[in-house]
């Protein structure tokens, strides 16, 4: 995911915690509890690469073990 950066999650007066909703348009849960994520560079500059690449690149990836527990802040009913 590059750098990591620590995201503020708001908290309602009653103390529940909200869904950060760019995090779950972004990221998919799955039964086992892995996060999957699509892969960065594909929208553009397409000409360069070759057609394995860009297939690879229509597919989706497993989300870093590291990066996991920040991302399940942000998706708390996920």
Known sequence: MGKSRKI??????????????AVTKRFKKTGTGKLLRRKQGKRHLAECKNRKRKRNLGK??????????????????A
Do not use: E, I, Q, Y
Not at 66 to 72: E, G, K, N, S, Y
């Open 8 to 21: 503020r999650v708001p908290m309602a007066s009653n103390g529940k915690t909200k869904t950060r909703k």
């Open 60 to 77: 989706v990836a497993v989300v870093s073990p590291a990066d996991v527990p920040r991302l399940l802040k942000c998706m708390p009913h």
